[in-house]
């Protein structure tokens, strides 16, 4: 059985992980009483802009697989802007709350023909410089004159689906909205 880290030992772990791509972060590690287990909070700047998952990703996806299964299960994960509360963080939405949306999200990906716009866009992009999150993917919705709200809930829509990225999005998603496409016509034809 693995010898249980302690606070000061897995915050020091943390930010030997975390140094490079996230300069400054602050880690702290205890006990929280709201949840009752150990807490991670992340204070950062670079989360700014970011929503949730997109951070917890950013993160934990530097965090070593056998590291993680062996000190951080069960742990609670909080990453927030310097400036951030838990509460405000914890009313921020998540994949999970987009579902009533997914129509109007797949709708304005369709009219605005944002897929194809994507793909133009990644073709150009040497795979190995390709961002590994939806930088591509939010600036194609804002050239389209999505708002920010839209592309809030695109992004969650994407995450919803198991796309963190924009090769994902085009991978994962858009088979997706041409399905809820087709499935609509075929509907709107028996209904004529």
Sequence with gaps: MAKTKSHTQLARDLRGFLGDACPGIEVEVGLSERWRRTCLTFRWAGFDGLLLEERFRLL???????????????????????????????????????????????????ETNFFASLEDEL???????????FTMSKRVLQAKQASAEQIRSACLAFMKHQAYNDWEVLRTVRPLVEEAAATKGKAKGRKA
Excluded at 125 to 133: E, F, G, L, T, V
């Design 123 to 133: 073709v150009r992009i040497p795979p190995a410089q390709c961002p590994d999150d």
């Design 60 to 110: 934990a996806r530097r965090v070593p697989p056998d590291y993680y299964a062996q000190h951080l299960k069960n742990v609670v994960w909080l990453e927030l802007t310097p400036e951030e509360t838990v509460e405000s963080f914890l009313a921020q939405p998540r994949s999970e709350d987009i579902d009533t949306e997914l129509p109007k999200v797949w709708r304005m990906l369709r």
